[in-house]
């Protein structure tokens, strides 16, 4: 039986087994209690309630304005309903870069105020000082490499990273640099594939592509991209599963209709 079925509660650990046995790990994003639950039964390894609420929940342009409260809030409710997966807390931009106690107080407030099970951070080298101290408490940390969101003012575009020698190079060292400060895995978002590849390959750790290629040890998707709901996000690396944004608009014309008709509610539907 794989590691996955055979766990009760997916753990940092299991991830670690399941890279050494070459087992692939699932991971989606959750960010309220109905949309948790179904990703928990559907038995996906890792939820990531990711800062991309601050996108898929609040319509906003960027990943910038998500705050520490915003965070908690949301994995509050996916806590509530998630019994197996490993659920990751990203940690919002301005709680823990250029500052590591900051970093460590946002991480203990995310861990006791959530009950989650670890936090993400994304960058290499400038914040592996906020990495290491937040580990020196017991939080896991899983970090984030190649287009990291937040820093998309840095960049200017949401094109794809690390092309050139010298990008790819940082981020292979930076892959390395956040293994020794303890990391249990690493994101990595929207990079060439076989750069993906030497990555995996050259750490011990975990490592969850996003647009990074098949040679990850782990695919991971935002989960309203996955089921169709967001539809104006049409990059390469996203395969649609469901076109839930047309189910959904068909469901509540069918609901304007029969009410407008006068077909709803029904004598059975009635009391
Ligand atoms: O916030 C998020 O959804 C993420 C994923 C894209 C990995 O960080």
Redesign the pocket.
């Known amino acids: 039986m794989s590691i996955h079925a055979n766990a009760k509660k997916i753990t940092t650990h299991t991830l670690q087994e399941m890279k050494a046995a070459g087992e692939k790990i699932t991971m989606l994003?959750a960010y309220d209690y109905s949309l948790a639950k179904l990703v928990d039964q559907g038995g996906v390894d890792i939820i990531?309630v990711?800062?991309?609420a601050s996108n898929v929940m609040a319509g906003k342009d960027t990943?910038v304005p998500m705050t520490l409260e915003h965070m908690i809030y949301h994995a509050q409710c996916v806590e509530r309903a998630v019994e197996k997966a490993l659920i990751v807390v990203?940690m919002p931009f301005g709680t823990y870069q250029g500052n590591s106690r900051l970093a460590l107080e946002s991480a203990i407030k995310i861990m006791k105020e959530t009950n989650g099970h670890a936090v993400k951070l994304e960058g290499g080298s400038e914040i592996v000082e906020s990495i290491e101290r937040i580990l020196t408490a017991g939080i896991p940390v899983m970090g984030?490499l190649g287009l990291t969101p937040q820093s998309i003012y840095k960049f200017g575009t949401y094109s794809v990273r690390a092309k050139e020698e010298e990008e790819a190079k940082k981020l292979i060292e930076d892959a390395k640099l956040l293994e020794q400060a303890g990391c249990f895995g690493i994101?990595l978002?929207k990079i060439p594939s076989e750069l993906a590849r030497a990555v995996t390959e050259s750490v011990s750790i975990p490592i969850i592509g996003?647009g990074a290629g098949p040679h990850c040890d782990g695919q991971?998707l935002?989960l309203h991209d996955l089921l169709g709901i967001t539809t104006d996000f049409s990059p390469r690396f996203l395969r649609r599963y469901l076109n839930l944004e047309e189910s959904i608009t068909d469901a509540v014309k069918s609901f304007c209709k029969d009410v407008r008709d006068g077909d709803f509610p029904n004598e059975s539907e009635s009391y």
């Open positions: 994003t990531l990711g800062d991309s990943t990203d984030h994101v978002e996003i991971v935002v």
